[in-house]
């Protein structure tokens, strides 16, 4: 039957909440870094043990975790206490440095900015490699370890993709999205807030922006090549090309990798959000929640209601059994909703509020696992044999 | 070069992030200093690097203050030497988060 762990990062913390295959009986476990912000956690797909956390602080700044046991216990790569201090290298886990002069972005008032690291914001393990694991970052950069998160390179061709001109979004300049192509490890898609989507088909040195077909209003140039405030990509393993995206505002789809978007928001509320998942098992079922508007970042009408869309957008279903529907206000942040890929498949949302919802049947049924965690900054499943 | 047995008491967080107690004992080697005591630190707990002050420019994190014998050095100059008591172990070398809530 299998089973599932379910990684959840907080403002105030790290939990993981476990369960069989039927998901109607959870274990909660944490919190882990009580008192820090997880911004994210993942493991590897290669071993389900290796599990990476994103563990970070506005005092003591960014901290990376490594567990190899999947979770029961966690280090800092490369932070262990040495035996010969003299010859020790130096900690270098949370050392992220921005290749060559770091260069300048573009400010809030219009002035420039020095790109500096601030957080991590999404940690990509590999597919192909378990000590390989990519970090976005704040200010955007991609960076890459291939040593188990010990130390970190960028990959700087991203930011010479006009980064002098990137901007940040109300949260921050961040790479908040990375999707590794199953079927071509050279190909990795990053989402940027707000410069917008980027491919690389080299294994990350060359970069190119993929972003026509997007539309943003206050944009002055309608076609502009970058400045869009994406919020999330998705695809399905079996066919890497069609990408689904949760732009600022507007649902989107590409069938080519990206070379063009097309709007399926369709019957959609309001098309305004922030996560998209891609169903395990059916490529044309989508998932999004919609928020009320980028001035009221909270569900509509009080309702937290999941749309599903089987036809790959545009024709859309509110999935609501379960879910609060009344006096609710809280919202969904981009990287809090994740699928299992157990049979049936699951889907799984972390709120604002704290509560994490689980629905073990695609989104026909849903039940709060938890319901009191700090706000949930990050959602994702493991599914375990 | 003489060696010095310096007391630094930590802020929680990075006592758990170091595995230790409130207050910690380290050897610093030559002139007792900031730099000194933090590169001391570093040596003996790497976890810790990064977390006090940035791995490149060595400039105190923000929201981190440096106390001892009862005034605030966070603004000395990093290599200014620190005051006798703390030198001795007679007091310590405090590493401490600035109030903020939330």
Known sequence: MGSVRVLVGTAKGAFILSADGKRETWDIAGPFFAGWTVYHMKGSPLDTNRIYASQCSDWFGQVIQRSNDGGKTWEQPGGDVPVDFSGAPPGASNKFVYEGTPGTHMWYDGTTHPFEFKRVWHLEPSLTDADTVYAGVEDAALFRSTDGATTWKELPGLREQRSNEWAPGAGGLAVHTILLDPGNPQRIYVAISAAGAFRTDDGGTTWTPINRGLKSKYLPDPNAEIGYCVHRLALHPSRPDVVYMQLHWNVMRTDNAGDLWTNVSGNLPTDFGFPIEVHAHEPETIYVVPIKSDSEHFVHDGKLRVFRSRTGGTEWEPLTNGLPQHDCYVNVLRDAMATDSLEDCGIYLGTTGGQVYVSPDGGDHWKAIVHDLPRVLSVEVQTLP | ?102
């Not at chain 2, 990075?14 to 007792?32: F, K, T, W, Y």
Request: charged share 20%; with cysteine.
């Open chain 2, 1 to 102: 070069m003489t060696t010095s047995v310096i007391r630094v008491m930590l802020p929680y967080h990075l006592q758990n992030l170091a595995h230790v107690g409130p207050e910690i004992s380290l050897e610093v080697e030559g002139p007792i200093t900031q730099s000194s005591v933090l590169d001391a630190i570093e040596r003996r707990y790497p976890m810790l690097c990064g977390t006090i002050r940035d791995h490149v420019t060595k400039k105190r994190r923000p929201f981190l203050r440096y106390f001892g014998c009862e005034k605030d050095m966070s603004h000395d100059p990093p290599d200014t030497p620190l005051p006798a008591a703390i030198s001795s172990g007679t007091e310590p070398f405090i590493i401490w988060g600035a109030m903020a809530g939330g």
